[in-house]
């Protein structure tokens, strides 16, 4: 059993910043890959950016130059820096957290990112 919490979303003016936290308890695994996707009303989940334990990123082209993925191995956690946020960044931002080999695929709860004046 792996468990996600995450953390940092709210509300920012365009332009702005936020930092969201996802930590991870439980079995995890060495090989693994940890990600945030989001989710806009009326609209499908998507990839926002993902990272792999030993640090390959991928992002979506819509997010590129401005959010940044990291994670802390030793925490078992991955960060979403998300800088010059707009309107359309709007969305509940969710955690994922899979194994490279196997089947596991975890979700958190999710966390409401706003981005509006």
């Known amino acids: 059993q792996v468990q996600l919490v995450e953390s940092g979303g709210g509300l920012v003016q365009p332009g702005g910043s936020l930092r969201l936290s996802c930590a991870a308890s439980?079995?995890?695994?060495?090989?693994?890959?940890m990600g945030w996707y989001r989710q806009a009303p009326g609209k499908q989940r998507e990839l926002v950016a993902g990272?792999?334990?030993?640090?390959?990123?991928n992002y979506a082209d819509s997010v590129k130059g401005r959010f940044t993925i990291s994670r802390d191995n030793g925490k078992n956690t991955v960060y979403l820096q998300m800088n010059s946020l707009k309107p359309e960044d709007t969305a509940v931002y969710y955690c994922n957290y899979r194994h490279r080999v196997g089947t596991l695929n975890v979700w958190g709860q999710g966390t409401q990112v706003t981005v509006s004046s």
């Open positions: 990272i792999t334990n030993d640090g390959i990123t």
């Open positions: 439980g079995s995890i695994f060495s090989l693994n890959v």
